[in-house]
């Protein structure tokens, strides 16, 4: 007897990601969720450097000012709530500083650059079609950064022009990466405050978009988060409290799902050792000056040592 709805996946035969691999993650709050795997096991990532990003125009717009070096200026901020803004970014960067914001942005504007050059995955999580569009500026921003809502129009993006935006990204950045490889994933994350309905619409443009521009031939790949969620997962006692995000139980079932998919079968045994790491980093012992102890410690510091060795970009 099955008891649980099983998405059919299989190994990735080509490409996969391995510690000698450079991974991009960018997009909504669960790309965050799948990058906090890669940090805790070492591999060589960078996770949205602008902060998290909802819907393709807004990763598009900074995968194009970072590979143009289309640097931020004054007129690119808002002051608001005392606090400095760039509606291109999310409201992590935000700072009382105006000149330490530009530093941050066009600082990150250069590491993105410098990443996209040198990546050999991206990973894409979309979490929404609907857009906000800037009034005075006729843009389409990332975040609203809560300034009034009438300076604001709502929109939601067609199945075209999310196509469009993920083809321009791609295309983008294969002009200075012609070897990159694109995996693209929907955020199960479900964006009730646009409506329930809405939600799903939004769900099914990000999903038959995507699959406009997905081709293993061309090195661009869907992997079904969401599916994963919402079929196999159906159960609120997968979700944070408030009923939309997935909890700890969800997000390490999709990552074994990702790992099962996409990490080369001979890293298994360094991300066990790395594991074995940074669960006795964070031992916390009853008697911190026990002889125990201290051999304890004396250890670990030697297997951090031996791993460093054979991979000198491991930081614990």
């Known amino acids: ?12 035969p080509h490409n996969q990601i391995d510690y000698d691999s450079k991974v991009t993650l960018l997009g909504s709050c669960f790309s ?5 795997k890669f940090e805790y096991f070492k591999f060589q990532s960078v996770v949205n450097p602008f902060g998290i990003l909802f819907h393709p125009l807004a990763i598009e717009n900074l995968v194009t000012r970072s590979i143009n070096k289309d640097y931020y200026t004054e007129e690119d901020l808002h002051f608001h709530n005392e606090l400095w803004c760039c509606l291109d970014a999310h409201s992590k960067l935000n700072n009382t500083s ?3 914001l530009l530093t941050v942005l066009n600082t990150q504007i250069d590491k993105v650059c410098e990443q996209l050059h040198n990546t ?34 709502k929109e939601l993006l067609s199945v075209e022009q999310i196509s469009e935006s993920l083809e321009a990204i791609v295309s983008l950045v294969r002009s200075i990466n012609s070897k990159v490889n694109f995996i693209f994933t929907v955020s199960p994350v479900r964006h009730t405050k646009d409506g329930f309905v809405e939600n799903t619409q ?3 443009h990000l999903i038959t978009a995507i699959h406009n521009v997905v081709e293993p031939r061309k090195q661009n790949y869907y992997f079904p988060s969401y599916e994963i969620m919402i079929d196999e997962l159906r159960d609120y006692r997968f979700y944070e409290a408030d009923m939309l995000h997935p909890n700890s139980v969800a997000i390490n079932y999709i990552w074994d799902k990702f790992k099962h998919v996409w990490i080369l079968e001979n890293t298994e ?19 911190p000056n026990s002889e125990a102890h201290q051999l304890f410690v004396t250890k670990l510091q030697s297997h951090i040592k031996d791993l460093c060795i054979k991979h000198p970009h491991f930081k614990f």
């Open 32 to 36: 965050e969720n799948i990058g906090d």
């Open 202 to 204: 939004s769900k099914s």
């Open 98 to 100: 105006k000149e330490e």
């Open 120 to 153: 050999t995955h991206i990973i894409i999580t979309l979490g929404t079609s609907w857009v906000y569009r800037h009034i005075s500026s006729d843009a389409i921003v990332a975040n609203c950064h809560k300034l009034p809502q009438k300076q604001f129009l």
């Open 269 to 287: 045994l360094i991300m066990q050792d790395v594991d074995v790491i940074q669960k006795g980093l964070k031992h916390k012992p009853f008697n």
């Open 1 to 12: 007897m099955k008891l649980q709805t099983q998405i059919p996946l299989k190994e990735q």
